[in-house]
């Protein structure tokens, strides 16, 4: 298998790493928006080829990992599907307009391209999905955050919110899936994923939560439906390289790599 890595921050340098090492990777091609990061994570690797743009070795893969920005998904994601290659998608919450999700399904269908959505930093999404084959009536996902994760966020700023001024457990955002995707692009990916595979973004409720007294990001999934009821609590350590990020995100990325690559579906 060839595969291609656009973005190569926390999550794409650690999954080339990781494909490095997996013996049926024959080839990975990375890409990253400022060339020297790419360069950085191809260094030490024997598989590694740095690349300048998508286009340049779409043919010759096999999958294209998105690991980038929202912005950076709906750049490729309609040209990559349209060619008939297979896509692992990590900024979820780029697929929140329902027009261009729709677009994108809608091309690789035609051309039998997959779309891979790997669970992140979530636990409860396998529950999530099997329920979703009868009636759910709510779907509530609950994030806590220290504000190392919130830094910089445009939303909290525009209200005068300093993340790091706040002493106690504060709420500061509820609402929609939709609304937290758009709001905190960099944070809340998982929302996405939630909403896809229950009720939908705008009937998915989310909560962000700052606590300055953590010391890992969690993710809390509330479930009730005709299946009966599920409450599903991640308590997350954050990259050292990117407290935006968690560790188990990373994780769920190189094994979501590891099955496509062997084929193997164990609870699916």
Not at 92 to 116: H, M, P, Q, T, W
Not at 201 to 216: M, Q, R
Not at 250 to 267: D, F, M, N, P, Y
């Amino acid at each position: 298998m060839r595969i291609m890595i656009v973005g190569c921050g926390s999550i794409g340098s650690k999954l080339a790493q990781a494909a490095d090492k997996i013996p049926e990777v024959k080839r990975i091609y990375l890409m990253d928006l400022h060339k020297e990061i790419a360069e950085r994570t191809a260094v030490g690797l024997d598989k590694a080829v740095v690349i300048d743009s998508v286009e340049e070795e779409l043919y010759h893969s096999d999958l294209v990992v998105e690991s980038a920005t929202q912005e950076a998904a709906k750049e490729i994601l309609v040209t990559v599907v349209s060619r008939g290659v297979d896509i692992m998608i990590m900024s979820v919450g780029s697929l929140v307009d329902e027009e261009f999700r729709n677009v994108v399904f809608e091309k690789a269908k035609a051309s039998c391209a997959n779309i891979y959505i790997p669970t992140g930093a979530l636990c409860g999404a396998d529950g999530l999905r099997s329920a979703s084959a009868d009636e759910i009536d709510s779907v509530e996902l609950i994030t806590t955050k220290g504000p190392k994760s919130l830094a910089d966020v445009k939303y909290l700023i525009d209200k005068g919110i300093d993340v790091n001024k706040i002493t106690e457990r504060t709420v500061i955002f509820s609402g929609t899936a939709g609304e937290a995707v758009r709001i905190f692009p960099k944070n809340v990916n998982v929302a996405a994923t939630v909403s896809l595979l229950g009720l939908g973004f705008d009937a998915t409720k989310v909560t962000v939560v700052l606590d300055p007294g953590i010391k890992s990001n969690s993710h809390e999934l509330r479930v009730k439906g005709r299946f009966g009821e599920m409450e599903c609590h991640t308590h997350n350590v954050p990259e050292p390289d990117n407290p935006k990020t968690s560790h188990l995100a990373t994780l769920s990325a190189i094994a979501a790599l590891k099955r496509l690559v062997k084929g193997e579906w164990i609870g699916i």
